[in-house]
């Protein structure tokens, strides 16, 4: 095949591997032999759908810290908190351990997400050369710690559901809880979206 | 075998057509975009209002209310320039910027406890909040300056606006009632003493619909506290309502002497009399002045003091003496005039007539003109033989026939002695019968009075002395000694009879040998008693007993 494909990988030896199953196919089929799923030497516009979605969970990153996350009203005096008043919250009645957990769980975490996949969109896009086994590990760290971030969310649902005591006290969820878990699933889509192998054809341009 | 599948061929796209995925982000942008213009269209109208402190206010926390509806949250509290005061930035929902006039009225409701009741307990878990009355001007404003205390009234509240002034300084305060009759109808909004006028001023609200209570004719008074008068009637002790004798008041009426009149115009002055009497005594009347020469002390006569016609008031007294001056400017000319005391009255036409026209009070001043002719006379009088207060009273005064005299401006009413004079004639009289009493024949009765108990004594004294002698007779005393030794015989005759005695022990053994002999006795005459023939024939013996199976 052509040289657009590094050397040592599936593609390069006429195979391509199936997403799915990880049956390997002929570079020519366009399903796979064992599942029917469609196959690709490399997702099709993987940056694209991956910085597109990345995006997407950034506008909505800026309405989740805005708007409250919570609303909890004792005896009548509601209170709104953001993410980051309930971290001040915490950190002022000396709850170091709650506060770090959410400051790590709602902030920490998507943002490195965020920048991580954008780093590794950056480096597929540029000409530079790159160390593609890290940014692979990178790759798959983001993955893997994605789902982590709906900590929060639970946190919420879970408030939401258990304190619904009348008069004297309610939790409802604010607007930056949809926001945030609509973060979240973004995220997690645009990391699933980034093709790792693209990384490995940069590293044969080296 | 396995079935072969048809596949399609490989069908090449090329990698730089723009992906559809890119309207998720577009979609994010407009779903971002509208979220915060939605919240930018939320955020309220910040506006500014100022306290003297910020007592219970929380920021973030504490609700600014109108009737109990949340309309916007306490964003922030810092001090003004010279930090005399506080600045509560409040933010004001947009829909309910309309609250935001020129004359709205900011206060913070907290726990209150007051003489007009008890207010915002609520307050107490919930915390303070900062009420608001919307304004009724149509410009706008973004500072405020805040009332410490919840206004009496609302802003617009139909009613009357009508201002007070006094004298004397009463005891109202913001906040005391208005009452007609017993009813609470308005309040008391500010006061303030007016240094320029020496008088304080109350501006009063009273609501509709009892704003139509108030006419033209109508006269305010203090209704407040304990008053106690002494007048011409005798001492009067005023306790109004209860919630005026803690607080204070100001009752309103119409005299009954007078018609309603129209209503009131709102902002008018009325003035604020210290009582209910004072409005009939004091009440600015149509008056015509007169002076009555006083031959007598004129102690007791006071300013205002009434002026009666055979007890019936007509005026009072302007003046009860006058200045050198003021003598010199009525030209007295009469050697014997001049020393009496000038003494100025006022004859008050509507007193008798109630509310009448200025043609018929001129009618009633020539009518009391004519009778100054036809012998009307003034003289001074006691009103209260208690308090020495006087008053003049006039009278026709037989058939004497007076023309009239006019001295300096004044026409004179001429006086007599008689009031005084016939308090002095019935002591005089009284003086006199006391003088007049046979204190000689008393005096002789008394002596023999005297004597013949004296007389009576002595024989008492001779009838106790034989007495005496019969106590001190022998026979006497030995009576009661042989009293005495009969006592002891008895006494030793009941010696013998003690427990301890041998008559005694002997009694107790008889008693105890009877008893046993009884005692022994009791199966015998059992027996004799069931069956009374065993006194004659012997008891028949029963069949043996013999134990049996149960």
Redesign the interface.
Known sequence: MSVKYSRGSAASQGISCCKVCAQLNNA????C?RC?EKIYLRT??SI??TL??L???I??Y??AN??PIMKTSV???T?ESTIFSGIWLFLDSGAYFVAAVIFIASIVIPLTKMLAIAWLCQSVISSKPIMHQQLTKLHAITEFIGKWSMVDVFVVAILVALIQIGNLMVITPG?AAI?FS?VVI?TMLSAQ?FDSRLLWDKAERK | MTDK?E?????Q?S?N???I??I??L???C??GW??FQ?WQDKGVIVEVSFESAEGLEVG?TKIKSRNVDIGTLIDVRFNDDRKRIIASIEIEKSMADFLRTDSQFWIVKPRIGTNGISGIGTI???AYIEVYPGTFKSTSDTFVGLESPPITELGASGLHLTLYSQSGSSLSVGDPIIFRGFTVGKILTYAFDARERQAKYDIFIAAPYDSLVTTNTHFWNAGGVSLESSAKGFKLNIATIEAFISGGVEFDVPDDLALGEAAKPYKNYPLYASRDDVIENRAYQSFEYVVLVPDSVRGLVKGAPVEYRGIRVGSVVSPYLTPQQTHALNISKVTDVLEIPVLIKIEPERLLGQSTTVEIANFNQDFIKNIKTGLTANIESANLLTGSLLINLDFNGDKRSTLEKLGPYIKIPSTREGLAKIQDSIEQFLDSVNKLPYDQIANKSTILLSSADKTLKSLRSSIYSLNRLLKDKETQQLSRNLNLSMLELQTTLKGLQPDSGAYQKIEKTMSKLQKTLNDLQPMLKRINNNPSTLIFSSPRGADLEPKKK
Request: hydrophobic residues 45%; charged residues 10%; aromatic residues 8%.
């Open positions: 020519g089929d366009n399903n032999q029917g099709p516009q694209q759908k597109a979605l995006l997407a969970s506008v909505f800026i309405p805005m708007y005896l009548g005096d209170n607007l926001s609509i973004l979206c | 599948i596949y399609s061929p490989a069908q796209k990698q057509s723009v992906s995925i890119w998720v982000p979609l994010a942008l779903i971002g979220m915060i919240q926390k878990f919930s915390g």
